[in-house]
């Protein structure tokens, strides 16, 4: 049991290694006016190796290290309490919701593997959605007349969005079976 505790600290402190500098790697590469969230993959291992609440904690570590980086400055400067509210619900709720996916199909691990992998960017991406129009409607839309965006909604969902979350899905699907080799190898030692 002892040894069980220990590995489980081990891993999730490995996987929060791995989400601090792959998010401040990421920071780097852009689509767009954002960086693109590379953290996804092993916050998706750390929730389904070790459920949803180390899921949570990973996207927490996540969404801090997006808060502490820069990355939310443009948001930051329009209204700090959305701005964090928005950052940290993001980060923490895709790892909570993939680790309760990955349970819901545990029983078929490779589908509890793409499932969990597709739930991350959704969710991460809807509340980033949600929080832009909750509290950044005016600046968002000001941003996206700027260029020249008539319409809000297409801005937020092809000049902010659009390719992130492509490039988030698909190389989260495109992952998928590494993702299982990974949770395999973990529940094998």
Known sequence: MKNEKTRKIAGI???TAIVIVLQLMGSFIRFGPFSISLVLIPIVVGAALYGPYAGAFLGFIFSLVV???GDAAA????????TILTVLAKGTLAGLCAGIVYKL??????????????SCPIVNT????????LFFYETVSAWGAAFGFANTSAYIFLGMIGANFLFEL????????????????????
């Open 13 to 15: 402190s490995i996987l």
């Open 67 to 69: 808060l502490l980086s």
């Open 75 to 82: 948001f930051l400067a329009v209204n700090v309490f959305g």
């Open 105 to 118: 199909f545990a029983k078929k691990p490779f589908l509890a593997a793409v499932m969990a992998a597709i």
């Open 126 to 133: 809807g509340i980033f959605i949600l929080g832009c129009y």
């Open 170 to 189: 698909l190389s989260n699907i495109i992952l998928s079976p590494v993702i299982v080799r990974v949770i395999n190898m973990g529940r094998n030692r």
